[in-house]
């Protein structure tokens, strides 16, 4: 046998040939590239794969959102409404929602709704709003009543306000506008509503004397004292009563006022063992006028002290 470094030329020649090879062998897979950019893509058919396993495939793109209908739980929302007590609050044209949630909080009322509007924008709701509510009596408000908290702040222009004082009996009602977000070709947002209870402190009853829960119309109880130890909470006027006994004044709401029992029977004041307007006591009104009211006593005796709430109206 020839030693290899007896023919120059070899050692070429059988590199040439393995280059060859092998080039031929990856020709369906592989890419030209001249200069370092390719001067072709690799087809589906060209592309590599495992023993055993598919070859890769791509996801299709999710259609885009055009309506409200796509938007995950807006698929069977109808037109909406902020109620009577609200009327002049209102939505865009091509607005659908639904109510989210509805809860007390500190005697303070809440209503959230989720909404969602057609062919709009970020901006144009946010002026949609901004430029409507004014008009309706409801001015720009630095607060917003979150988690009855009258002073806590808004954190952005989008509160409003609408207050009147006492004794007109309207009470003050809050908006906010939230979490407005963009999703393809609508927006989706939520409109929070607030109704402000009326709160009255250390109001004192005298003994033999009438009070007027809403302060404004005929009288709606009468601290009836029939003896030195015989006494009565008895309701006046049409207005009625519900004895509800030592609980957390502020946990009572609207909603359980308006699904008690009441009526005209006197509530037992009695100065001995029988006594139900105990210090702590909380019992109801729905007075002539037709307002609800949450009472609870703060002192008992000839003179009853107590506090209280009147919901001027509810959702």
Not at 149 to 168: T, V
Not at 259 to 285: M, Q, R, Y
Request: proline share 5%; aromatic share 12%; glycine share 10%.
């Amino acid at each position: 046998m020839r030693h290899p470094s007896r023919f120059p030329g070899a050692s070429a020649i059988i590199a040439a040939l393995l280059i060859t090879a092998f080039l031929s062998a990856c020709s369906s897979t592989a890419t030209v590239t001249v200069g370092g950019n390719p001067t072709s893509q690799p087809t589906a058919t060209a592309t590599a794969t495992t023993a055993g396993q598919p070859s890769p495939t791509s996801t299709p793109p999710s259609a885009p959102v055009t309506n409200c209908a796509q938007v995950s739980g807006f698929g069977s929302a109808g037109a909406i409404s902020t109620g009577s007590h609200f009327s002049g609050v209102g939505f865009p044209a091509q607005t659908v929602g639904f109510i989210q949630q509805t809860f007390e909080d500190n005697s303070y009322q809440f209503r959230i709704i989720s909404a969602c509007t057609n062919g709009t924008t970020v901006g144009a709701i946010h002026s949609y709003f901004s430029s409507g509510l004014p008009s309706t009596g409801f001015a720009q408000s630095s607060t917003f009543p979150y988690h009855g908290n009258a002073s806590s702040g808004c954190g952005d222009p989008y509160c409003w306000y609408n207050g009147s004082a006492h004794p007109s009996f309207q009470a003050s009602r809050y908006v906010s506008l939230e979490s407005v977000t963009a999703v393809g070709s609508v927006v989706t947002y939520n409109l929070r509503l607030c109704i402000t209870p009326l709160v009255f402190n250390n109001i004192t009853i005298k003994g033999t004397f009438l009070y007027d829960f809403d302060l404004v119309d005929a009288n709606d109880v009468w601290w009836d004292q029939h003896t030195a130890t015989i006494r009565t909470m008895d309701p006046q006027n049409g207005a009625t009563l519900a004895n509800i006994g030592v609980t957390n004044f502020a946990a009572v709401t609207a909603a359980q006022l308006h699904g008690l029992s009441l009526s005209s029977t006197p509530i037992d004041g009695n100065n001995d063992s029988t006594n139900k307007l105990v210090n702590g006591d909380v019992w109801a009104v729905h007075t002539d006028g037709g307002h609800y009211v949450k009472v609870v006593v703060v002192s008992y005796g000839y003179n009853i002290v107590i506090n209280y709430v009147v919901y001027d109206y509810s959702f």
